[in-house]
């Protein structure tokens, strides 16, 4: 059972703007900053998006990042078949029983 | 440019311990203000965040590994490095080493290395 909750699947067409919500607690999310990790089969997880809405040097700007109170959002506009991978979110928690990084379950992005 | 690669046994056996190394280039683990952590993910499974050491050697553990986990840093080789006692088949996973600040999440890891556990 993951800290943050990710839907487990996800699916657009190329072109379409897809999102992937992930819902936390006010000791996680709503305290700390948001990033979303992109994971390819057979690869490390490649981190998209930081402190809530940055993007790394690199990363396309079809990809973005929103957060409101304690629930945090990944778009991906202009989807494309590269896309396809694992989406996770991630966050500091400060939580009473010791501060940690919590990780959501994950969203398996399947492009039709 | 950064990079960090993961060494250690890939076989370990159940009720051992899981070592492994962290080897940092491009940085200077004691030069920065970053933690250096790891992270697992079983087959199939998600990421799960076991902890993080400062260069001077102050730790964060996951509550649920802290019984078994020891992370330690050795600025003279830029490495550090995770131990895991009285491994079972459920610590089977991809181990990552990953470089992250204070109180945010892992930025730049490395390219992970698979740990069987198994008689």
């Known amino acids: 059972q993951s800290v943050l909750t990710q839907p487990p699947s996800a699916s657009g067409t190329p072109g379409q703007r897809v999102t992937i919500s992930c819902s936390g607690s006010?000791?996680?999310?709503?305290?700390?900053?948001v990033s979303w990790y992109q994971q390819l089969p057979g690869t490390a997880p490649k981190l998209l998006i930081y402190r809530n809405t940055q993007r790394p040097s690199g990363v396309p700007d079809r990809f973005s990042g929103s957060k409101s109170g304690t629930s945090a959002s990944l778009a991906i506009s202009g989807l494309r078949s590269e896309d396809e991978a694992e989406y996770y979110c991630?966050?500091?928690?400060?939580?009473?029983?010791?501060?940690?990084?919590?990780f959501g379950g994950g969203t398996k992005l399947t492009v039709l | 440019q950064l990079q960090l690669q993961e060494s250690g046994p890939g076989l370990v056996k159940p009720s051992e311990t899981l070592s492994l190394t962290c080897t940092v280039s491009g940085a200077s683990i004691s030069g920065s203000s970053y933690y250096w952590g790891w992270i697992r993910q079983p087959p199939g499974q998600g990421l799960e965040w076991i902890g993080k050491?400062?260069?001077?050697?102050?730790?964060y553990y996951s509550t649920s590994l802290k019984s078994r986990v020891t992370i330690s840093v050795d600025t003279s080789r830029n490495h550090f490095s995770l131990k895991v006692s009285s491994v079972t088949a459920a610590d089977t996973a991809v181990y990552y080493c990953?470089?992250?600040?204070?109180?945010?999440?892992?930025?730049?890891w490395g390219q992970g290395t698979l740990v069987t556990v198994s008689s």
């Open positions: 991630a966050a500091w928690d400060d939580s009473v029983r010791g501060p940690s990084v919590v």
């Open positions: 006010s000791s996680n999310i709503g305290s700390n900053y």
């Open positions: 990953a470089r992250q600040a204070l109180v945010e999440t892992p930025d730049s």
């Open positions: 050491i400062y260069y001077s050697g102050s730790t």
